[in-house]
């Protein structure tokens, strides 16, 4: 190579084709993606987010949560993520349309977490969400800095953990989440894909189709 | 083409070949191989510190900025902009300045430009330690740091530029492509980056597309080429000889940076996206070897010759081929589905910023800082020791994250073993991983004091003469 400017300029259209292709071509597939009005329902999906919940993504996003737990379960047959009871189907696009910052994930040291609040037989409460993330359990860390320990003063909070064992604090304190740990415990309980849209369905002719 | 880089014969004991290069840019290069080994010990600490929390998670769990999550996010920032970053343009400049003949121009843009970056780059880290950090990998960096980083990076590109264009010759080598081609394209992903993902994100999932080329545009078009420009110069340099099949050379730089870019959705197999998005990605990934073989064949005399310098880059070289063809077996959607969302990532991930990259920056760093300081190590001992570490923790790291995303990927895909059986099954392996961190910081402690002791003994003199 003698050219320095034709060095630079193919260096821009190396840079400029995949790109395109690749992140514009995604977008101008999915980026506008409409909500899925479901006539029988009267009702559109996925449903926005409440304002704690968008909230709690923030809080889940600034301690990088995505570090160990992914948001994108796989179909039936590819992998276990339906037969861990992670979700009755796929993850679609569509599901993500009002996140923020969607956390997909890379990395499975805990469990997925899109379906979290739909898990069948049981999903879990916010009591359990917080006796989680104070005490840790396996290989997830306690999160005890979203909590407060603190004396009693008059009457008992309605919102204290009720913990046992170990982690049962003193008589006279209690245990009450910060703001923080109420954003996040919100924002785990809105997590819900239960709702199935035409592209979703696992019917193999059909797949990809139904886009509106 | 067909020429290498004219070879010198290369005298062991330096002071060799000192160039005005190395004696006008002292203090700016300096200062940027000097930021590259602090934050290299900072994020060797931060690693080893959560890869202890993988194995007992209550470790330093009361601290909010210390927790597991903004660890390994505070470990990655610091390595890829301040070790990856600021090594990779020590080397750039260095040997850009060279190819030129001439001192490096507009030094003090060099000098601001490294400080802003260095500086920012702390504030990054505070941000994310506090919780702005975005959570993406490889882009984890807090919004409002972004600009500041865009602009000092330009600025550090400055003399690189000028060199480039006032080169004494029009023929250029393949080391000068590749650091060229660093230099301009880093701010575009940036950019990419800040615009797509923080300023007007894109809907939903489609940022998942867009981290994905981040992710993979930063790899292929910014950390590799900055090890291939070093090594492309040095390795010619200490054997002597041309490089063979250097024809080729052109191939594998282009097949980089234009496949390169649709690689990015391999880790999105089986995700909510459209399956083009991983299809092209699985199919350009097989492409990409091209790139490998080539680099491969071109370098390969790194593995006959002796040295430090050759040293480093014949396993970096390794790793990095290596790297390669591991992205490509577990690309297949059939070997996806066991090691998809495991260590065994992780570690592919250490193959190739610890193993190739890095590696390949060590041994050029050895070589262009014997220079810039105008003298031997002062140590051959802590050489060695450095070079002995290095490779034993990069082994028990690699090969231990390895196993254990293997036994961990076999136990996700049977519903029926729990995640604290998973955790039982891969501790042992992930206690490895944790020795072998602690090797490689330790490691690069003695690197770091002999460049310090080298630097002293610099100085000394200067001042004894004057």
Known sequence: ?212 | MTLASTPTAETPAAPAEVTVVETAGRVPLLLLAGSAIAWLLVSGILALASSIQLVHPDFLSGWSFLSYGRLTALAETAFIYGWVGNAGLTVALWMLGRLSGEPLRAPNWLLAGASFWNFSLLLALIGIAIGYGTAVPFFELPTVTIPILFLSYAAMAIPGVLAWVGRRRDLMFASQWYAVAALFLFPWILAVGYFMLDKIPVQGAVQAVVGGWYAQALWTVWMAPLALAGAYYVVPRVTGKLLPAYDSAVLGFWVLVVVGGFTGGRHLIGGPLPAWVASVAIVTTFLLLVHYVVVLLNLRVAWGGGGTALKFIGLGLFCYVLGGFADAVTSVRGVAVSTQFTFFDVAQTQLALYGGVTLMLLGALYFALARILGRPWCSAGLIRAHWALTVLGLAAVVICLAVAGLRQGADLNNAQVSFAAIADDTRPWLVGAVAGAAALLLGNILWALNLAGTAAAMVREELFAS
Request: net charge neutral; glycine share 10%; with cysteine.
């Open chain 1, 1 to 212: 190579m003698k050219n320095g400017l034709m060095l630079f300029l193919g260096l821009l259209a190396a840079m400029l084709i995949p790109w395109s292709a690749i992140v514009l071509g995604a977008n101008h597939e999915l980026g506008r993606q409409p909500a899925y009005y479901d006539d029988n329902d009267s009702q559109a999906y996925p449903l926005r987010p409440s304002g704690i919940a968008a909230e709690g993504e923030q809080v889940y996003r600034g301690l990088n949560c995505a570090a160990c737990h992914t948001q994108q379960v796989r179909r039936d047959g590819y992998g276990s993520d339906v037969a861990r009871g992670w979700g009755d189907r796929q993850s679609v696009a569509r599901d993500y349309i009002f996140r923020a910052n969607p956390e997909l994930g890379a990395l499975r040291i805990g469990p997925d977490l899109a379906n979290l609040a739909g898990r069948k037989p049981t999903a879990p409460d916010i009591d359990d969400l917080y006796t989680l993330l104070y005490e840790g359990q396996g290989a997830m860390p306690p999160y005890r800095f979203l909590f407060q320990y603190r004396k009693i003063i008059g009457q008992r909070s309605d919102d204290a953990l009720q913990l046992v064992g170990r982690y049962e604090p003193r008589p006279g304190y209690e245990v009450v989440p910060t703001r923080a740990a109420q954003r996040l415990a919100g924002y785990l309980l809105s997590l819900n894909s239960t709702y199935t849209y035409p592209e979703a369905r696992a019917a193999a002719p059909a797949a990809g189709e139904g886009r509106k």
